[in-house]
């Protein structure tokens, strides 16, 4: 596992995957900042709120993905 420390002036979105497959978001931000309300923090809370919220976003988001699964299994055969 890979530690990260954030800066006070940023904030991470953090995706976690269940055994059951649901997506799990969360927003990190230094708990000794103030960047809770601060712009990068309010970037991930929106992208998070996005990737919950919105089935199209997510359907563009997985499609995505199998393309570039599809990519990087061209001329392995």
Do not use: H, W
Request: hydrophobic share 45%; with cysteine; proline share 4%.
């Amino acid at each position: 596992m890979t530690t990260f420390t954030l800066k006070p002036n940023q904030a991470a979105l953090i995706l976690a995957t269940s055994p059951e497959g649901d997506i799990n978001v969360e927003v990190a931000y230094p708990e000794e900042s103030l960047e809770e309300d601060g712009f990068a923090a309010a970037i991930c809370e929106v992208i998070a709120q996005r990737l919950v919220d919105d089935e199209a976003f997510q359907e563009e988001i997985l499609a995505m993905i199998d393309e570039e699964a599809g990519e990087e299994g061209e001329g392995l055969d």
